[in-house]
């Protein structure tokens, strides 16, 4: 939830686009070489899955 700038009161849905999530998710496998990262990435456009389903593809990561 992103606060609306012209309505202090309100809250408004915000989402990272497509592109910079896939962005996000590959310079994160170049700097860690982790291919979890980039397996996201691949998940992501094969199926275009809201970011929480394609984020189960990283509990190996978050397990440590």
Do not use: I
């Amino acid at each position: 939830m992103k606060r609306d700038p012209t309505e202090p009161n309100r809250s408004r849905f915000y989402d990272s686009s497509l592109s910079n999530r896939l962005s996000l998710l590959m310079e994160w496998y170049v700097v860690t070489d982790d291919a979890a990262f980039s397996d996201a990435a691949v998940l992501l456009v094969e199926r275009r899955r809201e970011p929480s389903e394609v984020g189960s593809g990283l509990a190996p990561l978050r397990e440590g």
